[in-house]
């Protein structure tokens, strides 16, 4: 196990980052650390299950931001604890292809990096109390299993090492997010909430995709064997495609949920057809990590549209 003290400031790991090459103090480098491109990833189920919540007449504002912050809060602290275990297991001290990693520059160590991300899983648990005292004692499972998952992706069992990862983004951003928004309003477990959280987490998995398109070869380097190392960068281009086709078809298995307003998804289709043949067509760091910003900002779009769809 490297010594915590190990990180190298000069780390070659990003050297034409814009970000590597200012300092970074404060806030700063902790806004870095939470990979904010990222975020969109917890926003779009959220307001998906805050709509399916609405069409059943039962919309609540105060469950509805709390289901927010659990959601922002989980992903950043699965974002910190990322940082640091994939610098602890080595993944990031090759020369990335992608954005700057904090750990591996040596603006934070792994300790404060891993103490962030337990003061970020903490603030979730305690906006999670608001839940269970509105619904009830069993929703704590859920959120642990929430948390859980966040640290198990490269830690523990690192689900993310053995190709996991795109279905745990799947089930836990896609139909436990917007099932359990929705049944945090509603007071039920509904089947029309499962039925809108798929194309979620599809679009959602496919922010993991491209960010582990371009990491396959320092992922492969380190041992990590993520889905897209498993597939190639062929059959991950093919995974990426099969997502948006899949979100984009989908609204006519929900039509008879969607009413009149089902086509609104649709609007993301001439952007989603862009972003995808630009993932086809470029395989460089820069690039691709444009295709991950993207990405994240069409999983939003998506969700928006399709909440819209719900409303309407």
């Known amino acids: 196990m490297p010594s915590w003290r190990s990180a190298n400031p000069t780390s070659p790991s990003s050297p034409a980052s814009p970000e590597a090459r200012r300092p970074l103090a404060g806030w700063r480098v902790w806004w870095l650390a939470a990979r904010p491109a990222t975020l969109p990833a917890a926003v779009a189920p959220v307001v998906v299950g805050s709509a399916t919540a609405a069409s059943a007449a039962s919309f ?37 292809r992608g954005p700057v990693r904090v750990t591996a520059e040596g603006l934070l160590t792994p300790g404060q990096v891993l103490r962030g991300a337990a003061v970020a899983f903490g603030l979730a648990c305690v906006a999670g109390l608001y839940l269970v005292w509105l619904r009830g004692w069993h929703l704590v499972p859920v959120g642990l299993s929430c948390v859980a998952a966040g640290l198990a992706y490269t830690w523990g069992p690192r689900f993310g090492y053995r190709g996991l990862g795109d279905l745990f983004v799947f089930v836990f951003f896609g139909l436990v997010a917007v099932a359990g928004t929705d049944y945090v309003q509603t007071g039920t477990w509904r089947a029309e909430a499962v039925w809108a959280a798929v194309p979620v987490g599809l679009t959602c998995t496919s ?41 984009l078809a989908w609204p006519l298995v929900v039509r008879g949920q969607l009413g009149s307003g089902f086509w609104l998804p649709w609007l993301v289709a001439p952007s989603a057809a862009r972003t995808v043949r630009w993932v086809w067509v470029h395989d460089d760091g820069p690039s691709l990590n444009r295709a991950l910003r993207d990405t994240a900002r069409l999983h939003l779009l998506y969700g928006v549209l399709l909440a819209a769809a719900y409303v309407v």
């Open 60 to 96: 609540c504002l105060p469950a509805a931001a709390a289901s927010l912050a659990v959601a922002l809060l989980v992903q950043v602290g699965t974002n910190l604890a990322n940082d640091a275990h994939d610098y602890l297991h080595g993944a990031d001290r090759l020369p990335r």
């Open 207 to 247: 922010i993991l995709v491209v960010n582990n398109l371009r990491d396959i070869p320092t992922d492969r380097a380190a041992g990590k064997r993520t889905l897209a190392v498993r597939l190639g960068p062929v059959g991950s281009r093919v995974e990426y495609s099969l997502c948006w086709l899949s979100a």
